[in-house]
Structures are given as C-alpha cells and as structure tokens.
C-alpha cells in the first residue's frame, strides 16, 4: 500500500462516531481526520494481506510439503 501524501486530494466524508468518543477526542486534541486515516490504511492494509494469504494459500503449502519432503532448495549446495 502506497503511504498518503501531504499534497495527495483530500475528499470531505460524512460518518456518524459516538457522541461521547468525540468529545474525549477533542478534550485531548485528537485531530479526527488524521486518526481515521491512519485506522483506515491499517484496516486496508491488514485486509489486502489477508486476501493474499487466502490467494496463495494452496502455493504456500505446496511449497512447504516440498520443502519437508526434499528440503530447502540447493541445500545440496550449503557450506553451514
């Protein structure tokens, strides 16, 4: 995932937050919009990973019976 840019367009969105939450939020200076980015990079980020593992899934545990059965490849070749 490519990280935001300063200069990047930014885009207003609607939300509805508990009413309690925002006010704790200003009390302690949280700017709203910076912390839901950051929320929402980690969300997407986390979510791209798993539909990865999820896509590889079958490759990565071939993989890993070929590696038990005949072990690393060129392990052949190893000096340590």
């Known amino acids: 995932m490519q990280p935001v840019l300063d200069s990047e ?3 207003p ?3 509805r937050i508990r ?6 939020a200003r009390e302690l200076g949280v ?3 910076q912390t839901l980015e950051r929320g929402l990079e980690r969300e ?11 896509e590889n899934r079958a490759a990565v545990e071939a993989y890993n ?4 059965k005949r072990g690393p ?5 190893r000096r340590f």
Request: without cysteine.
């Open 9 to 11: 367009e930014k885009t």
């Open 13 to 15: 969105v609607n939300l």
């Open 19 to 24: 009413a309690s939450l925002k006010a704790r």
């Open 31 to 33: 700017n709203l919009s």
């Open 44 to 54: 997407i980020l986390d979510r791209e990973r798993q539909a990865w593992v999820e």
């Open 65 to 68: 019976e070929r590696v038990e």
């Open 73 to 77: 490849a060129l392990a052949a070749f």
